[in-house]
């Protein structure tokens, strides 16, 4: 579609011709407001707007009335439902895992003077609704009067206001924003829409992994999961129906519908959030921290579980290995050399062809995978394998699969979107809505974790065959949703079988937080690929996860995919950054093992030896992520919201609560670095400086990354250098004070 600069067209999606059977109904004045069972109710009535490329009522339908319910969980949630006649309020679904702390707070009304007053039963005011009729001094006839509204205003805490986009237009037909509507198209209502009105210089984040400027005001985004193919574009593989504001409130869609969010950019002064299904559910999360915004988010939403410990360490991985003799040489080289390293992950080449996943190792390239598998625990490495949600046409299961219906069967050829993995290689996606289904592929999984694999890599799942009948629900509503099932189903029989909830997942949606761990996608090995990175893992730490990793030194090459070679300073910083994140993962399409770099080597083996000193700190900043709203690695803005300079930084971060992390992203080892308020200590020189400015031009040598860490800081680390974790007692850790006598951590180290 070319932009036309029409909210009926550029954002809610109508023929430019206006020649679909479709009509769009606009909410009015409301009617009645009542209590029940503890809730709020609106009836609101909507109008039919004639067809037109100007918006005015269509009197000559009647109006339809449909209940907008007000709901209060907590002190600091507020929830709006409108199901328009076809859906109902429940707050059971899969994205939904309430905490003990969501609590329903009953809510009264009272009528007043012009307006319905709504409180809770405490006496603090959640909720107003203006039905005064709008002041005019009629001196003119060229236009009609503005049509009816609906003038809603809601204070989640009972301290900010966040009101609908009531009156969002120039004139009265020309709309820009609309506070609630819903369409109609062939007979079927089929997308609802409400926006919210925004502020001049307010700054918005989160909605998940974006790949763009840390302030998200001005852009509007497609809320539908698909294979991002690297890290600098607008496609991406986790999308969450989640926004942060700097007026210090959380939005979150409880939805699965391919959706659009556009955060002041249709109209500059509004949010208006499109829905392709005719549901609108939304809770709207205050707090006093950016911190209890994500906290209350999680307590609807679920909380991550710790990682275990070994997680913490080096993994090891390319694309790929191809035999247990090559993997055995690595691991081998590895302790020879004292390379420190926990886990070795077999990617796409462990089955009889590559990439053909049938959840069994080659036979004649792995043997025994059983012996393999248990000399290299031996070693103290764990196992890692590749898979993914779908069943090729060449599989062993392939059969079986389609008789018993698990996978979707397709009513036709897919036509490809250009991203969609699935669709052109294979037969079918794993039909998670369907409880046989699941279980059998956690049969799959049970077989390699009861041999002593220990992670599943639930690779994909932002895609699935969309041409498909599947058993729980269209494909249209499963697409989001797939990547929380499909990352359900392997943590489950994961920790049923070896006892630690881990993944290690691509895609995501609302929930998946409940199932670490994360990673970033198929990041370029270059300066711009390790930059979004970085901006993807920012944001997506401010949409609710709290642990997140990224392929050090990135996935694919250039300007071959797979053939080029990575740049030695891309490498040694892209290592730097890995060292502190919150798991470290090595991968790419060709040779990842250090000897490979051999300029850099020693420097590289130093800087592991320091990840595994740190990982005292990490554990501990790990287990507050479990239980707050916390992750671990924080955008400036998670901790000064209030300083409008972090709400343009998107290639700092904090690393835990200690550490402020600059990583440098070129090869002048040189960049400008913004120090917050406080009193900062450099991690690797020792240097004191005070914080509130910035430092230009600071030059770094490539043995050294900007790191601070606070003025006065304890910080937890292992005092002896160790080859994997199983060496590591924990009860041996130290307090490294940040003090006059700190010098820096490798003159205090070695």
């Not at 269509?58 to 328009?84: M, P």
């Not at 942060?244 to 959380?250: A, D, F, H, T």
């Not at 955008?635 to 200690?658: K, N, T």
């Amino acid at each position: 579609m070319k932009p036309t600069n029409y909210h009926l067209f550029d954002f809610m999606d109508f023929d430019l011709d206006l020649s679909r059977d479709e009509s769009l109904w606009k909410a009015c004045k409301p009617t009645a407001v009542y209590e029940k069972d503890g809730d709020v109710c609106v009836d609101v009535p909507f109008q039919k707007q004639m067809l037109s490329n100007d918006m005015a009522g269509d009197t000559a339908v009647a109006r339809e009335t449909y209940t907008l319910i007000l709901r209060q969980y907590s002190n600091k949630v507020l929830r709006l439902f409108c199901g328009f006649g076809e859906h109902e309020l429940t707050d059971r679904s899969e994205m939904l895992q309430f905490s003990d702390r969501v609590q329903k707070l009953p809510l009264q009304v009272e009528a007043g003077e012009g307006e319905w007053v709504i409180r809770s039963s405490d006496g603090v005011c959640r909720a107003r609704i203006n039905v005064k009729e709008p002041v005019l001094d009629p001196w003119s006839d060229l236009l009609p009067a503005p049509q009816e509204t609906l003038d809603l205003t809601v204070y989640p805490d009972g301290k900010r206001e966040i009101r609908l986009a009531a009156y969002d237009h120039f004139s009265p037909p020309r709309y820009d924003g609309l506070p609630l509507a819903y369409c109609v198209r062939e007979g079927h209502k089929e997308r609802a829409t409400l926006s919210f009105e925004c502020k001049a210089d307010e700054c918005f984040a989160g909605t998940g992994e974006r790949f763009t400027k840390m302030d998200l005001s001005g852009h509007t985004f497609f809320l539908k999961n698909q294979d991002g193919q690297g890290v600098n574009n607008r496609r991406t593989y986790k999308n969450i129906p989640f926004y942060l504001s700097s007026r210090l409130y959380g939005t979150f869609y409880h939805t699965c519908a391919h959706s659009k969010l556009s955060l002041a950019d249709v109209s500059t002064r509004s949010v208006e959030f499109l829905s392709d299904q005719a549901l609108l559910d939304v809770f709207l999360i205050a707090g006093d921290s950016v911190e209890e915004i994500l906290r209350g988010y999680r307590d609807l939403t679920g909380y991550p579980s710790m990682p275990p410990l070994w997680s913490f360490g080096i993994w090891m991985s390319r694309m790929t290995y191809f035999s247990a003799d090559e993997v055995e040489e690595i691991c081998r080289r590895m302790r020879a050399e004292h390379y420190p390293c926990d886990v070795i992950h077999l990617d796409t080449g462990w089955f009889r062809t590559d990439w053909l996943c049938e959840w069994k190792f080659n036979e004649e390239r792995f043997p025994d995978p059983k012996a393999f598998i248990h000399r290299l625990k031996e070693q103290g490495y764990r196992v890692s394998l590749w898979q993914l949600p779908y069943v090729a046409e060449d599989a062993e299961q392939i059969d079986e699969a389609r008789r018993n219906d698990y996978i979707a069967p397709l009513t036709r050829q897919q036509a490809s979107e250009g991203s969609n993995f699935s669709a052109l290689d294979y037969a079918g996606t794993i039909d998670f809505t369907y409880p046989a289904a699941t279980n059998w592929y956690k049969g799959l999984l049970r077989n390699l974790l009861e041999m002593g694999v220990t992670c599943i890599k639930t690779d994909f799942g932002e895609n699935i065959h969309m041409d498909a009948r599947y058993k729980g629900m269209p494909p249209e509503l499963l697409n989001n949703l797939y990547a929380l099932l499909y990352q359900k189903a392997a943590y489950e029989v994961t920790k049923e079988v070896t006892g630690d909830g881990i993944v290690w997942a691509r895609a995501a949606w609302a929930g998946c937080q409940r199932y670490p761990l994360h990673w970033g996608g198929d990041s370029c090995s270059s300066w711009d690929g390790m930059a979004g990175s970085l901006k993807g893992g920012l944001h997506f730490g401010l949409s609710g996860f709290a642990f997140w990793s990224h392929d050090v030194p990135g996935f694919h090459t250039l300007p071959n995919f797979m053939n080029s070679i990575v740049d030695d300073k891309v490498y040694m910083r892209w290592t730097q950054f890995g060292v502190f994140s919150s798991h470290m993962r090595y991968h790419g399409t060709n040779k990842r093992e250090p000897w490979h770099y051999p300029a850099i080597a020693p420097l590289v083996k130093q800087w592991w030896k320091l990840r595994y000193r740190l990982l005292p700190y990490l554990v501990e900043q790990s287990r507050k992520a479990t239980e707050t709203g916390y992750a671990v690695l924080r955008a400036l803005v998670f901790e000064h919201p209030e300083d409008r300079v972090c709400w343009h930084i998107d290639d700092e971060y904090y690393f835990g609560d200690d550490f402020l992390v600059a990583p440098v992203m070129n090869s002048d080892d040189c960049r400008d670095i913004y120090l917050p308020e406080g009193d900062w200590v450099n991690f690797f020189t020792g240097e004191r400086l005070r914080g509130g400015r910035w430092l230009y031009s600071v030059k770094v040598p490539l043995e050294e990354m900007p790191v601070f860490v606070r003025e006065g800081a304890v910080i937890p680390i292992y005092p002896e250098d160790v080859e994997c974790t199983d060496e590591m007692n924990l009860t041996k850790t130290t307090g490294l004070v940040i003090d006059t006598g700190f010098k820096g951590i490798f003159k205090t180290i070695r």
